[in-house]
């Protein structure tokens, strides 16, 4: 299997109720690298441009006016089979239907406040650490 990065967002929900903590434990624990992480905190208008894609759903108002409504902390995380490995991880995306032992299923409030995002590809993962990461604030293995 490939060595992969993947770009994870904690997102405000978590932040502002205190779980960023026991998220990083959580993918220490699973044998992720973490490769680039920062708190920040986006503007309305940067919220946007990550989540282009989904402009013109119904949902996208809601999701970028709460992505912008306090400090998230992206990641780039990086292991073998990194993107499909971290959405297990993190369950599916409406906790609801989020299996017992996934971040989602611990921590989400709901799908809109769901805690955490995950990239769905390398090359999406690569885009979206881009988003966020200059090259050079991305740390390669020292080894
Ligand atoms: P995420 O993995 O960050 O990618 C897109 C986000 O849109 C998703 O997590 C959800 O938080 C959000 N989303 C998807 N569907 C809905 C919905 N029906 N209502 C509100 N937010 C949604």
Not at 10 to 37: C, S, T, Y
Not at 39 to 56: C, M, P, S
Not at 74 to 97: C, F
């Amino acid at each position: 299997m490939a060595v992969e990065r993947t770009l994870a967002i904690i997102k405000p929900d978590a932040v502002e109720n205190g779980h960023a903590g026991a998220i990083l434990q959580r993918i220490e624990a699973a044998g992720f690298a973490v490769r680039a992480m920062k708190l920040i905190r986006l503007t309305k208008a940067e919220a946007e441009g990550f989540y282009a894609v989904h402009r013109g759903k119904p949902f996208f108002e809601e999701l970028t006016t709460f992505m912008s409504s306090g400090p998230c902390i992206p990641l780039v995380l990086e292991k073998e089979n990194a993107v499909a490995a971290w959405r297990e991880l993190i369950g599916a995306t409406n906790p609801a239907n989020a299996a017992e032992g996934t971040i989602r299923k611990d921590y989400a409030e709901s799908v809109g406040r769901n805690a955490v995002h995950g990239s769905d590809s390398v090359e999406n993962g690569r885009l979206e650490a881009n988003y966020f990461f200059a090259e050079h604030e991305i740390v390669a293995n020292q080894a």
